[in-house]
């Protein structure tokens, strides 16, 4: 695998509609089973296929957000209830933006670094 993340795959490949099944079947049955299922794992494979060589427009990336002090509860709820990732450890909330949703999440997160004085920065994936 490259340096993508199995979280990273699952992802990519729910993007593109293809769902992951797990079955247990008889060791007997396996040949039919295989059998039966290769049109449908072939055609998972041509549409993931097609989808890497389509050129991306965009590079997608994270908005990071960092408070002086701990916002409000509500703000915090809001946050987690709009998608965010708070990271304890590093004291730092993450917004993930698709090429759909990233003028909407920037600006969420200035609207969070004027009202409460957040920072913010940019992840480049």
């Excluded at 992802?11 to 099944?21: E, I, T």
């Excluded at 290769?38 to 997608?60: C, L």
């Excluded at 916002?71 to 965010?84: D, I, L, Q, S, T």
Aim: a positive charge; charged letters at 30%.
């Amino acid at each position: 695998m490259s340096k993508e993340t199995m979280a990273a795959v699952r992802d990519r490949r729910k993007g593109l509609g293809l769902v992951q099944m797990n079955v247990w079947i008889l060791e007997e049955d396996r040949s039919a089973f295989l059998a039966a299922v290769a049109p449908f794992r072939n055609r998972a494979r041509e549409i993931e296929q097609a989808a890497g060589k389509k050129r991306q427009t965009s590079i997608p990336r994270a908005y990071r957000v960092t408070f002086p002090i701990t916002p409000p509860a509500a703000v915090r709820n809001a946050m987690k209830a709009a998608g965010w990732r708070y990271d304890r450890a590093a004291d730092i909330w993450t917004g993930e933006t698709t090429e759909a949703t990233d003028e909407a999440r920037l600006k969420e997160a200035v609207g969070l670094q004027i009202d409460h004085g957040g920072v913010i920065d940019f992840i480049w994936h």
